[in-house]
């Protein structure tokens, strides 16, 4: 089944504690993308990425990192968090970027 | 002024009616994009638009290139039509693609 997993599903941790939330497709896409969403705010783009060892910023890049070492796996990185990083995460795949959006299932993430 | 705007940000309706959802963008495109949210938080992929008009069961969408301009309609809505319908269009940026979206519109229909 053609599919954009993501893990934890829910996280509650403390400032400055680093995490990370995994995401992997098995759809053999070149794109990968990190979106936060927040009440009133929407969806905004993190970061993302075209292709292995290909990443850029989104609109909301700070306090995040990402890497993209194999095609199928796009980690979101926060080396140290904070309480306004607390939001729900989704990853989400595609062939060329312009195509069919596959959304993970999100993570929602509190930091106290 | 956001890029991508929709209409109206919130619709009540009761079971069978007609649901029309609109959306409309200033920036230069390479597709358009409905998406659907229920409670509880899932993304689902409902249409990729890059010209014309895509049925899908009784969802239609709808999409004017010249004028900037894109339609999501329900027939015969049902209470399970209930969610976020999410308008976004990706833009070609420097040789990539970003995806820009909408406010989203709730969406109730009551039996």
């Known amino acids: 089944e053609a599919q954009v997993t993501q893990n934890p599903r829910y996280l509650i941790t403390v400032t400055g504690k680093k995490l990370t939330v995994t995401c992997s497709q098995n759809?053999?896409?070149?794109?990968m993308s990190w979106y936060r969403q927040d009440p009133g705010l929407g969806l905004r783009q993190i970061y993302y990425?075209?292709?292995?060892?290909?990443?850029d910023k989104g609109d909301v890049p700070e306090g995040y990192k990402v890497s993209r070492k194999e095609k199928r796996n796009f980690p979101l990185i926060l080396e140290s968090p904070s309480p306004n990083q607390t939001s729900l995460y989704f990853c989400?795949?595609?062939?060329?970027?312009?195509?069919?959006?596959?959304f993970g299932p999100g993570t929602r993430l509190t930091v106290l | 002024k956001n890029e991508v705007e929709q209409s109206p940000q919130n619709l009540t309706a009761q079971e069978g009616e007609f649901i029309t959802i609109n959306c409309s963008y200033s920036?230069?495109?390479?597709?358009l994009h409905w998406l659907q949210q229920h409670p509880g938080g899932g993304i689902v992929s409902l249409f990729m638009?890059?010209?014309g008009k895509k049925k899908h069961g009784r969802l239609i969408a709808t999409i004017n290139i010249q004028e900037k301009h894109s339609s999501l309609h329900i027939t015969a809505s049902h209470p399970r039509d209930s969610a976020v319908y999410i308008c976004a269009v990706s833009r070609p940026i420097q040789g990539a693609q970003k995806l820009v979206f909408g406010q989203g519109t709730r969406l109730t229909i009551n039996p």
């Open positions: 638009l890059s010209s």
């Open positions: 990425s075209m292709n292995v060892e290909v990443t």
């Open positions: 989400a795949s595609s062939l060329f970027g312009w195509d069919t959006q596959y």
């Open positions: 920036v230069g495109i390479s597709a």
């Open positions: 759809m053999n896409h070149e794109y």
